[in-house]
């Protein structure tokens, strides 16, 4: 299967500014530590039976720059799902405004993010799933390249048993924190920086060594008591105190809500 140019991604991270196109998603395509965070997304899908396919397109502008944006992976499965909403002319709109606000000239480095970004693009080829997926989970296979075929066009990636990410209760109380912290935090008129709502998830991974969905479920303790602590220590949360209102309610609270 045909794919980008080298050149055509390189100038395509740059437009990006190293941020996901999707309205308000502050998340990068790469990692300052170097991870690969975001896709190539194809405006008309690369092959028939994918969202927005257009059978007229030639294969070169179906991997051209214009058919092409960068999503952080959460906003590309987003936009794939619901084609009939993020048609080929509002992806294009988005394209658009992207890269004229986030968009910047090319470094000789960009050479390098847009081969991690094509690599990632041919690491992973799943046409169909018959099965649950788990990929750089703890414990589970980990693999260079994993190619999956199924019976049925959309495919469902479940976080393995055992983690916090497979049980619904304890992931609803994760969000909540979440939630709750990306909400004090971001109010906070006084920070020196711009806020990135992103920033609390690479913490978690950083600190315990994984996505807090793939965490066992062991683990859930230490990443609510961390959450707890990040929220605690936000200038919202502290007036709140001073007044005798809590910042959150616990997890038993939760669950009777």
Known sequence: MATPTDKTTKRLFALSGNICAFPGCALPIVEAAGPVTGEICHIAARSP???????????????????????????????????????????????????????????????????????????????????????????????HQVTIRNTHHSISINAPPGTIGSDQEATRYVKYLFDKYNKFAGADRMRASKFNHGAIYKNIESNFGASWRLLPIEKFDAVCDYLQQRIKRTTIAKSNSAKGMRAYCTYQEFNTR
């Open 49 to 143: 039976g994918g969202p927005r396919y257009d059978p007229s397109q030639s294969d070169k502008d179906r991997n051209g720059f214009g058919n092409l944006l960068l999503l952080c992976r959460h906003h590309h499965k987003i936009v794939d799902e619901e084609p009939n909403i993020y048609s080929v002319d509002v992806l294009r709109h988005i394209k658009a405004i992207h890269e004229s606000v986030a968009g910047r000239a090319e470094k000789p480095t960009d050479l390098i993010f847009a081969k991690m970004l094509l690599n990632d693009l041919n690491q992973i080829t799943i046409s169909r799933n018959n099965g649950n997926i788990a990929i750089n989970s703890p414990g589970a296979i980990q693999a």
